[in-house]
């Protein structure tokens, strides 16, 4: 399984008809493959969304992506509003579940951290083995690393019922010890980060994980 996250910036003022014609091409666009997630961004960079697709490979993604073209069910007619688009294809770590409807929001933390090259089965190992830990605290929506598009980068999304909760389910977890993951303490080899960014997301009304 692998996860295409496609981000979206919009023109200012432009989301709602722009989540508006998404919607209703995505009616069509369905029959070939059902979305896995539709966030729009309420913290952090504005005039945003992000979509994610899953598919079972490579393979699979351009056979379905040609078929909705071609049908004319794709793509939505949306250009007029997209400033930059972007695309990675990520790939779920093994502590990572598989992205079902259903509601574990509506709020979403999406954090985007890049690591230095050549760290990621460190830092792949180090999370491994702190994620269950954290669970205690509250669920986890993925854990993927990127496989195409920008790389060296590895995405955790977390959701919470209010902002509120977010912030005490982190205090707790980092008061318990457990939170962020340390490799000194797991006793495994550092990783290094060079970057981090985080952004607070909001499903659409069609997005299957609400």
């Not at 793509?75 to 770590?93: G, H, N």
């Not at 999370?127 to 590895?154: D, H, T």
């Not at 977390?158 to 707790?172: C, Q, S």
């Not at 457990?178 to 080899?189: D, I």
């Amino acid at each position: 399984m692998l996860y295409e996250m496609r981000t979206y910036d919009l023109k200012p003022r432009s989301q709602p008809e722009f989540e508006k014609r998404f919607g209703e091409a995505y009616e069509k666009r369905r029959k070939y493959s059902e979305l896995a997630a539709f966030w729009h961004t309420e913290i952090g960079p504005l005039n945003q969304v992000i979509h994610v697709w899953g598919y079972k490979d490579l393979e699979e993604r351009n056979r379905i992506r040609a078929a909705a073209v071609k049908d004319g069910a794709w793509p939505p007619a949306t250009s007029e509003f997209i400033v930059r688009m972007r695309s990675e294809i990520m790939i779920p770590f093994s502590i990572s579940p598989e992205l079902k409807p259903g509601k574990m929001g509506p709020y979403y933390e999406i954090r985007t951290y890049t690591h230095a090259a050549g760290d990621l089965p460190k830092l792949r190992q180090v999370w491994e083995k702190a994620v269950p830990a954290r669970l205690q605290f509250s669920p986890l929506c993925a854990a993927w690393y990127s496989e195409l598009g920008g790389l060296n980068n590895f995405v955790h999304i977390w959701p919470y019922p209010t902002l509120d909760a977010r912030n005490e389910t982190r205090d707790k977890a980092k008061a318990a010890g457990v939170w962020p993951p340390s490799a000194k303490n797991l006793g495994l080899p550092e990783y290094q980060l060079v970057a981090q960014e985080n952004k607070i997301v909001m499903p659409s009304s069609f997005s299957p994980l609400q």
